[in-house]
Structures are given as structure tokens and as C-alpha cells.
């Protein structure tokens, strides 16, 4: 669990309408980096009404409304200004950056 991911945690509960999106969201699981050993949390999948973007550069996630979707639109990161993606991505470690991550349990699953 990091600094990183507890802020975001925060930010989602504290505003309405961003707790709703993340009581939607997929999963929350813990993962651990194979190059650093650090241990983390963070979202996996797609919620029942939300298509979950993951930043290439990162890690950060944007949810965008199903119903109200464009492939077309152009998607960048509001952090970095990277690029956003849909491709499923092993999670990115808040330590060292590495995507060298493996799933190692599931917290909650909210769908
Ligand atoms: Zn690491
Ligand atoms: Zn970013």
C-alpha cells in the first residue's frame, strides 16, 4: 500500500459522484513487484457501467461512462499527459515504475 494509491483511494471517497464510480470498478487486488519486492493495491477490469483506461506512462486510471463512449475521443492523462489505454497492462509498481508484477490476492470484487 503506497502514498500514491491511498491518495487516490481518498480523492474517489470524498466526491460523490467518484465514490460511485469506484463502488463500480472491477477489483481491487494486491500485486507484488518481482523486481523490487514492494506489495501494492490497485484496481483491475472494468466496472458494470465504466471502460477503466490505464496510463502507459503512470499508471494512472480514467474511467469513462459506457454509455457515453467514443473510441474516436482522444485520451490523454490528466497526471502525465501520457497516453491512455484499454489493453489489459500488468499493473505498474509505485516503487520503481516496473511492470515486472504479478496478482498475488483479490480484495474486494465489486460485479
Ligand atoms: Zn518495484
Ligand atoms: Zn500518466
Do not use: W
Not at 483511494?9 to 519486492?37: A, H, P, R, W
Not at 471502460?51 to 467514443?70: E, G
Not at 490523454?76 to 489489459?88: P, S, V
Request: proline fraction near 3%; charge should be negative; include cysteine.
Amino acid at each position: 500500500m503506497t502514498i500514491d494509491y491511498e491518495y487516490e483511494f481518498y480523492e474517489y471517497t470524498n466526491i460523490g459522484i467518484k465514490k460511485l464510480i469506484i463502488l463500480i470498478m472491477g477489483s481491487i487486488v494486491m500485486c507484488k513487484c518481482n523486481d523490487c519486492q514492494n506489495e501494492f493495491r490497485t484496481n483491475l477490469g472494468d466496472g458494470a457501467l465504466f471502460y477503466n483506461f490505464h496510463c502507459l506512462d503512470c499508471d494512472n486510471i480514467k474511467s469513462f461512462p459506457r454509455n457515453d463512449f467514443s473510441s474516436d475521443s482522444v485520451k490523454a492523462c490528466e497526471k502525465c499527459g501520457g497516453k491512455l489505454t484499454h489493453q489489459t497492462l500488468k499493473p505498474m509498481c509505485p516503487n520503481c515504475q516496473s511492470r515486472n508484477t504479478e496478482e498475488i490476492q483479490t480484495v474486494v470484487k465489486y460485479d
